[in-house]
């Protein structure tokens, strides 16, 4: 089982401002079968990346993902106040898992 | 527009049975795979079951292996996951959420609102 490490576990950040979050994996992922979600709370997850850096339909610019093998990052370029959240990644190459989640709170 | 709406959540003794439906609408089930996901209170995302559009490929957490099985009825738009032998640990949210494709990996695109499932004597 790929296990997804993420993080901080907690980003104190205020709007306007940059995030950057990580997720690191305990073995390559495949093709870059690697995705991000946010959640609010009493939400569902909602689909943010995919292919490590392809955006989901309606995602706003802001949010942009990269890496490969078994470092990945998720990056809110300027956080806007609906940012404010819990981020998962997900790697879906070998079964699936999840991280543990950052939560981006405001400062 | 595509919905997921999960139901048959409830309290259960530990030891007992539950059986989750998912009722799909808004866009053509029988194409894509479909998974359940759970969260238990206050913690992160656990996948928990991986079917393909034709039930060719069904796939399971370690955590629910000979517990759990998953199906799906295409001719009603409808997902399934029953729960045996269930435990404390069970106890969870429980989505139903889409793959962006029938068959291969996939991210999930489209989830429900979840249906708690709640294990306790």
């Known amino acids: 089982e790929i296990v997804l490490t993420q993080s901080p576990g907690t980003l104190s950040l205020s709007p306007g401002e940059r995030a950057t979050l990580s997720c690191r994996a305990s073995q390559s992922v495949s093709s870059s079968y690697l995705a991000w979600y946010q959640q609010k709370p009493g939400q569902a997850p909602r689909l943010l990346i995919y292919g490590a850096s392809s955006r989901a339909t309606g995602i706003p610019d802001r949010f942009s993902g990269s890496g490969s093998g078994t470092d990945f990052t998720l990056t809110i370029s300027r956080l806007e106040p609906e940012d404010f959240a819990v981020y998962y990644c997900q790697q879906y190459g070998s079964s699936q898992t999840f991280g543990q989640g950052t939560k981006v709170e405001i400062k | 527009e595509v919905q997921l709406v999960e139901s048959g959540g409830g309290l259960v003794k530990p030891g007992g049975s539950l059986r989750l439906s998912c009722a799909a609408s808004g866009f053509t089930f029988s194409s894509y795979s479909m998974n359940w996901v759970r969260q238990a209170p206050g913690k992160g995302l656990e996948w928990v079951s991986s079917?393909?559009?034709?039930?060719?490929?069904?796939y399971y957490a370690d955590s629910v292996k000979g517990r759990f099985t998953i199906s799906r009825d295409n001719a009603k738009n409808s997902l399934y996951l029953q729960m045996n032998s269930l435990r404390a640990e069970d106890t969870a949210v429980y989505y139903c959420a889409r793959d962006t494709s029938g068959y291969g990996p996939a991210p999930n695109d489209y989830w429900g609102q979840g249906t708690l499932v709640t294990v306790s004597s």
């Open positions: 079917i393909s559009s034709s039930s060719s490929y069904i």
